[in-house]
Nanobody
Framework: QVQLVESGGGLVQPGASLTLSCAAS????????MGWFRQAPGKEREFVAG????????LYADSVKGRFTIRRDNAKNTVDLQMISLKPEDTAVYYC???????????????????WGEGTLVTVSS
């Protein structure tokens, strides 16, 4: 069993930066591929970024490539999403996700996720 708790959301202006953090419980964190998804009002949940269980593979949605960076710290059981140059269209609830033994490409599908966090709201508005 893995519990995921996100933090770091908030209200920021366009062009600002924000870092989301996901803290995972359990001693098997390093066995899980990790990812971030987001869901905007009235839209389906979509993949944002993923990192493989080994930490060497990462993958990003085209809409965030070059602006978002995903990193994991197995010693702290955390995965962060650093976001820069935020746009109003980045406004959404951001969810942390975990999938056992997944490489980054496997994190794209929400159907394969084993565990979800509760989400943290990011609002980009002037």
């Amino acid at each position: 069993q893995v519990q995921l708790v996100e933090s770091g959301g908030g209200l920021v202006q366009p062009g600002a930066s924000l870092t989301l953090s996901c803290a995972a419980s359990g001693r098997t964190f390093r066995s899980y591929g990790m990812g971030w998804f987001r869901q905007a009002p009235g839209k389906e949940r979509e993949f944002v970024a993923g990192i493989g269980w080994g930490g060497s593979s990462t993958l990003y949605a085209d809409s965030v490539k070059g602006r978002f960076t995903i990193r994991r710290d197995n010693a702290k059981n955390t995965v962060d999403l650093q976001m820069i140059s935020l746009k109003p269209e980045d406004t959404a609830v951001y969810y942390c996700a975990a999938r056992l033994w997944a490489v980054a490409t496997m994190m794209v599908s929400a159907d394969g996720v084993d565990y979800w966090g509760e989400g943290t709201l990011v609002t980009v508005s002037s």
